[in-house]
């Protein structure tokens, strides 16, 4: 069977909700990245045969943004493209289906890849299409309805991560240490300049009449004045006091969540859900080792904004080539991609997903933990990614080196690209050899790559 080689990789910095790339629309980031990816792979725009880009939130964006990144960033017209959405894992899935066209032969070269402007969706207004003559309207945040809440039952993606922190026995505490870590890995990154070789800066209007640009070179998100303190302040927002987790047969209570899904139905309820698949070690969290203001019970929630990913805009793209056509034309590449895996469980407990799809993965590959020299798991919620390292017995310094989404950001579309660019310059500055990549994905699916670096790269 042919091998696909992943030639060049390159992401946007990430910008916080309405920060620094706000200006900046999906398919300017996707073009952003994809002409940076496309440049450093030493290949013709004209010689890729496909695009295949994820993006979550599409309203306003107009039709295939894959095929607008691909137009904008020099393929020919002869080119096909295709837009993904598997939620949070869409730009992995997206780098799948571009090693999948290669090996059915639709393709010997293909760009892939991800992008999110969360600060440019817009809010609906569901009730207009045959008209409304009298009183109040009312708007939907696209945010939510599309990207961060449960299709099912309505409620916020953080429900869930609460769901999991039960589960688990995982406490406010560990959370808000865990969350801490990932400030401290991302602000040492930047200081270190970690990140600036994956990095594709971003010109953005500046000045009263945006007559002139700025370069935006780093990510928003990391903090170095965040700490313990800080972080236990915060107060908890999906679960309200008395309200029972919604794993548990409860609704949550969860402020943003509708109490039904979109379609103005009850949720899912109980019934019919399966075995989540939770070891018979899982606990429930109690914190009550934890003190002053991160004394949190679990009863009133443990998940906060401080512990959790954030609302993002940024892109990634990576160039994909057939293993023997690079050698052919002396092309240098960063890695094959040598396993991939996903697999669905409870959507109440999606963010545990990537444990049993790691494992599948690594099954597939003939490989152990062990074996695997780095992890980049995206950090959706504290709760989950602590959930999913201790049950794989993932050591800590293999996982998220520079930082994770709880620091640097998650826009949903591109993140899974996002993790595996920033996993391939991780590898090739520490001189590894194998990763994984792995997200969980709303609605209970979750999505894993494996990649081994090629030796002698200079790209």
Known sequence: MAEVV?????????????????????????????????????????DIGQSIFGNVLQANNGQNIARQIALQ????????????????????????????????????????????????????????????????????????????????TGQPMGMTAENVAKTFGITRRQQDEFALGSHIK????????????????????AGHTGDHSIL????????????????????TVFVKPGC???????????ELGYGKNGRGEPGRGEAGRGDSGFPDNAGTAQDTDTAGPADTVQARGTVTAGNASGINDGAAALVLMRKDLAIERGISYLAEISGYAEGGIDPDFMGYAPKRVIERMLRNTH??????DLFEINEAFASQSIAVMDQLEIPENKLNVNGG??????????????????????????????GVAALCVGGGIGVAMQVRMADGTDR
């Open 186 to 205: 991302a602000v040492n990154a930047q200081l270190s300049g970690a990140f600036d070789e994956e990095i594709a800066p971003v010109p953005v209007p």
């Open 73 to 152: 960033s020099g393929m020919d017209t002869s080119s096909t493209a295709m837009t993904v959405n598997e939620v949070c894992g869409s730009g992995l899935k997206a780098v799948r289906m571009g090693q999948a066209a290669i090996l059915l032969g639709d393709a010997d070269t293909v760009l892939v890849g991800g992008t999110e402007s969360m600060s440019n969706t817009p809010y609906y207004a569901p009730d207009m299409r045959s008209g409304h003559k009298y009183g109040s309207v009312e708007f939907v945040d696209g945010i939510f309805r599309d990207g961060l809440s449960d299709a099912f």
């Open 405 to 434: 989404a709880i620091a640097l950001g998650h826009p949903l579309g591109a993140s899974g690209a996002r993790i595996l660019v920033t996993l391939l310059y991780a590898l090739r500055a520490r001189k590894k050899a194998t």
């Open 6 to 46: 992943i030639v060049s990789a390159a992401r946007t910095p990430i910008g916080t909700l309405n920060g620094s790339l706000s200006s900046v629309t999906a398919v300017e980031l996707g073009t952003i990245a994809a002409k940076a990816a496309i440049r450093r792979s030493g290949i013709s725009a004209s």
């Open 367 to 372: 490989s152990a933990i062990e074996d695997i």
């Open 216 to 235: 935006v070179d780093k990510d928003d998100g990391p903090r170095d004045d965040t700490d313990m303190e800080k972080l236990g302040r915060l107060r």
């Open 244 to 254: 029972a987790a919604a794993g548990s047969g409860g609704s949550g209570c969860g």
